[in-house]
């Protein structure tokens, strides 16, 4: 048998076991720089801020979990990861102090900065600006934009009889007795008090231009609310109830297109002959008088120029653009008219 030398045996082994500890030696190193790139990785993700982009509002609903908000965030781009977004409240505590409100966030952001949102005073009221002339429906669209109350309730409280004897409006609808105003209103209100608030506001207006309760009786908002329809220029106001009051006078046809585009399902730029012989009680081309209740909501000029229309004799008028009108006092200027601005 062979024989090796001693050195050479024993010098091997050590070797070995040298580089084995320096080694095992390293991986604990490794993994700690690893996991403290990943670490620094994850405080630059989340601190970093998105430049260049418009913030997103978010209504907190009261009630809300913060895992339900969580989801919404990440629905409307404002985090990445709601998982992330649930521990990182969990362990900061935001889930227990989250209150309701409008919150405005940068999309793209991280977890931690939609937290650092939420620890903020969040808008408690929403402000809505309900313009000149909208309709019940487009009423109900704003309010749902803005989170303040269902449209479907809010149509139906417009409608609930019971509530309108209460707040003293005629009629079977609140069409034309909701003023429009910029108003704050609670998030998740209920449609009623809601329906009070634009009702309190049109009294208010009411009894500033007409000090006589009876002055302003339901044919006088009925009249304004096609003024509103009709009408760009202030103007133009009191000479266009002129016009619908001396056709009354004479028994004729109103023939007002708003009150067309009121019982249509949208909207049209230029009414068709079939849409003027539309069946329904508001269609003032087939049916005489007045309409039976009120096609929009007045502003103040409407109701104003409802209450003192202007002395004319016309009859008719012609839109010329710019929002201005023609007015004619016989068929044949109306007819000329209409061939020279259309």
Not at 217 to 223: K, N, T, Y
Request: charged share 25%.
């Amino acid at each position: 048998m062979t024989r090796y030398p001693k050195s050479r045996c024993s010098r091997r082994p050590k070797k070995m076991r040298r580089n084995t500890r320096k080694s095992s030696g390293l991986a604990p190193l490794l993994i700690l720089l690893i996991l403290a790139l990943a670490g620094a990785w994850f405080v630059y993700d989340q601190l970093r801020t998105p430049v260049g982009e418009a913030a997103i509002s978010v209504v907190a609903h009261p009630g809300e979990s913060i895992r339900q908000l969580g989801q919404t965030l990440f629905e409307r781009g404002i985090i990445r990861q709601p998982l992330v977004f649930g521990l990182l409240a969990r362990l900061t505590g935001a889930g227990k102090n989250l209150r309701s409100g409008r919150y405005r966030f940068a999309p793209g952001g991280s977890e931690y900065q939609a937290l650092q949102v939420l620890r903020t005073s969040g808008d408690r009221m929403a402000r809505v600006t309900i313009p000149e002339g909208f309709t019940l429906r487009q009423i109900a669209a704003r309010l749902v934009h803005e989170e303040v109350c269902d449209s479907t309730s809010f149509l139906a409280a417009c409608r609930d009889t019971s509530l309108l004897r209460r707040l003293g409006i005629p009629g079977l609808l609140a069409e034309g007795y909701l003023f429009p105003d910029s108003y704050f209103f609670p998030y998740d209100s209920r449609p009623e008090p809601v329906i009070e608030m634009l009702h309190r506001r049109f009294l208010d207006v009411a009894k500033a231009l007409a000090p006589d309760p009876g002055a302003l009786a339901p044919d006088v908002v009925i009249l304004a609310s096609l003024v509103e329809a009709e009408a760009a220029q202030d103007s133009e106001r009191p000479i266009i109830a002129s016009v619908f009051l001396n056709r009354l006078k004479r028994r004729m046809s109103l023939q007002s297109c708003a009150t067309v585009e009121y019982v249509l399902p949208e909207r049209k730029a230029i009414l068709s002959e079939a849409d003027t012989k539309i069946e329904s009680p508001y269609n003032t081309y087939l049916h005489p008088g007045l309409p039976p209740g009120p096609i929009c909501n007045p502003g103040r000029a409407s109701l104003n120029a409802a209450l003192h229309p202007a002395r004319t004799d016309y009859l008719f008028f012609v839109s010329k653009g710019g929002g201005c009108h023609f007015f004619s006092k016989s068929f044949a200027e109306h007819a000329a008219a209409q061939r020279r601005f259309r």
